[in-house]
């Protein structure tokens, strides 16, 4: 009886010493344990079993693309291009099996294909051309990024439904992302622990030339590397765009980033010859976690980048710490431990002071659990007019008692689609969604009607998904009236040029109707060019100031939003206003500005606080359960310089 009492107590020993060596080797795997404790104790939403599938289906692309980057890192090499060639695997299979009719099975081959082949030009010009890794690939990043563009025209294109249901889940709970994320974590694993080329890998990043001279042919082993890299990157943008239902030219921008933020949190060094697969999927973990935890406690969007970029930088500080500590030569080896411990123990510390100060400090979140709760998603707080739709919906929130957390896409929208999975997890009454793309939005928008959650689209719609209404501008009529107005300032006849917003929103598609109708009126109009630009004023510059060179005698302008025409009134410098006459789009207090200044002759002014409070008000009917209006129109208004000291917005 004493004798299985002692080997009793001798397991129990040894499964805890297990578990403490396991924390002490590990600090990344420790820094994930506090945050998940200090996130569940900050929101009761977070420690639930949807919301830790929604942290799993986030940290999915990241950690695909990132065991891709761990073969490269691992090597001492880099690969910036996973995010581009992501966008641009997934842009050729949508392409060739919907505008080509390929067979489903050999588009998907066709997408690793080019992956692979962007992996070996990666390697070719590292290995045979000589050129540092971080130029090759930031090369590679350009053109992979271009091909994905002059493939899609600039435009998303919808994914097969046999592959978007990579998106769906298995038995109603299993989210298919994550299940691939398992599968090809376990490939990466396989590869460095268990092939010639994995041991290859960390020899080159141990000593290159020694591997050379031991007879390892190291030009081969680089364009294998990078060409498995390319392969993890083809797989991560199909399940990106699977979840999306469209390959999106633009998707997975920065994705390299966190892929390789993801590796070095996970324990790998850029000096190379250290990396595990298990790693990596801790650090995309973290950072799907920290994601998922700062939306639910409703922490400002702006200071979201802040934290994040810190509880990073600190938990790659502290754990180089721990290793240090744990590597100094000292007089006995129960030395080294203790400084391991002393390490770790610090990382968990400092990492669980920075979550709970930080998030207790930045988050909005109100404790009153009466007033009803909506999420507000917009495309992004980076232009004026979404701005304004923010403030005038927290003005009208905070009158109506409504507790409103909102989020910032940034103009991603996977991202997009990772915060409004996060609104339907967190028992919201209901979401207000701004779409960065109206079909990538779907698929969220049909998880929030299966659960029940009211949606109401504000500015731009949601396609092949139903939402309880839409508050929006009449953008058709409000393009048909800039039209108009650049007609009539030039006598019906001269070269114009049109700056388009951004492809595959429903903003930007109703807008160049209108324009296209509207220009109908006047034969004598001839448009020399039209190019998007984004909505964005930095790209309405460069657009504006390209196209000049190409059509100098320009004498009109139609942007499809006052940012862009603002940045066309600065690459037509003492032109504008003069010889070439400008007409935006929105009315933002910049736009008006210019309007007051004689810079812009005229500018369709939505009002888009209007917008913000009238979808706040639609919101809070549906979730008093009362009818509310599938479609409702906010009056646009033509603002020259005679009427702009009259209008109030």
Excluded at 24 to 42: E, F, K, R, W
Excluded at 229 to 239: D, E, L, N, Q, W
């Amino acid at each position: 009886m004493a004798t299985d009492t002692l080997k009793s107590t001798s397991s129990a020993e040894s499964a805890t010493g297990g578990l403490r060596r396991l924390l002490l080797d590990n600090g990344a795997l420790t820094a994930l344990i506090v945050l998940v404790i200090a996130m569940s104790a900050l929101s009761g939403d977070f420690l639930t079993t949807d919301n830790l599938l929604n942290v799993g289906v986030q940290a999915a692309v990241t950690a695909i693309l990132a065991f891709g980057v761990t073969f490269v890192i691992v090597s001492a090499g880099i690969d910036l291009s996973v995010g581009s060639v992501a966008a641009l695997s997934a842009t050729v299979l949508a392409w060739s099996a919907t505008s080509h009719g390929v067979p489903v099975l050999i588009a998907v081959l066709l997408a690793v294909v080019t992956g692979i082949a962007a992996g070996l030009v990666n390697g070719f010009l590292i290995a045979y051309g000589k050129l540092p890794p971080f130029i090759a690939t930031l090369a590679m990043l350009s053109v992979a990024r271009g091909l994905s563009l002059v493939i899609s025209e600039g435009s998303p294109i919808a994914f097969p439904d046999s592959v978007s249901h990579l998106g769906d889940t298995l038995g109603g709970w299993l989210p298919v992302p994550v299940l691939v994320m398992v599968v090809m974590g376990l490939l990466a694993a396989f590869v460095l622990a268990r092939t010639y080329i994995g041991r290859s890998m960390y020899a080159i990043g141990g000593n290159e030339e020694a591997a050379r001279l031991s007879g390892l042919r190291v030009k081969k082993q680089k364009l294998a590397i990078y060409a498995l890299s390319g392969v993890f990157a083809a797989v991560a943008g199909v399940v990106l765009a699977a979840r999306l239902s469209s390959a999106q030219p633009q998707a997975a921008d920065g994705y390299e980033l966190d892929a390789i933020a993801a590796v070095v949190i996970g324990g790998a060094s850029l000096a190379g010859g250290t990396g595990k697969a298990s790693g990596t999927l801790i650090g995309a973990l973290i950072l799907a976690v920290l994601r998922n935890g700062l939306n639910l406690l409703n922490v400002s969007a702006f200071w979201q980048q802040v934290v994040i970029g810190v509880v990073i930088a600190l938990a790659v500080l502290l754990d180089t710490l721990r290793r240090k500590a744990g590597t100094t030569p000292v007089a006995g080896a129960s030395q080294g431990g203790k400084g391991r411990q002393a390490a770790t123990y610090g990382l968990a510390a400092v990492v669980t002071v920075a979550i709970v100060g930080a998030t207790s400090f930045l988050h909005n979140g109100s404790s009153s659990t009466a007033n009803p709760k909506v999420g507000l998603s917009l495309s992004t707080l980076n232009n004026p007019f979404f701005v304004q739709i923010r403030s005038g919906a927290q003005a009208e929130a905070k009158k109506l008692g409504v507790d409103l957390t909102v989020t910032d896409a940034q103009n991603d929208a996977s991202q997009q689609a990772n915060q409004l999975q996060n609104f339907t997890s967190s028992s919201l009454g209901a979401i207000i969604v701004n779409p960065v793309d109206s079909d990538a939005a779907s698929n969220s928008v049909k998880a929030a009607d299966k659960a029940r959650i009211p949606v109401i689209a504000v500015d731009r719609g949601v396609n092949k998904a139903s939402v309880d209404a839409l508050v929006a501008s009449d953008n058709v009529a409000g393009g048909e009236l800039a039209a108009k107005s650049i007609g009539e300032k030039l006598g019906g006849k001269g070269k114009i040029v049109i700056l388009q917003g951004q492809a595959g929103t429903s903003a930007a598609r109703e807008r160049a109707q209108g324009f296209a109708q509207g220009l109908k009126a006047y034969p004598g109009i001839q448009v020399v060019a039209q190019q998007p630009a984004d909505f964005d004023r930095t790209k309405g510059l460069d657009v504006m100031s390209n196209l000049l060179q190409a059509h100098p005698d320009v004498q009109g302008v139609i942007a499809a939003n006052d940012e862009m025409a603002l940045g066309a009134i600065k690459a037509l410098g003492s032109k504008a206003g003069k010889s070439v006459s400008v007409v935006g789009f929105d009315g933002t207090p910049d736009g008006l500005n210019a309007v007051k200044d004689g810079t812009l002759y005229a500018s369709v002014a939505q009002q888009p606080s209007q917008l913000g409070k009238i979808a706040v008000d639609n919101a809070l009917k549906a979730i008093d359960g009362k009818k509310v209006e599938e479609t409702i129109k906010v009056p646009v208004k033509v603002v020259t310089k005679q009427n702009v000291a009259g209008f109030t917005g």
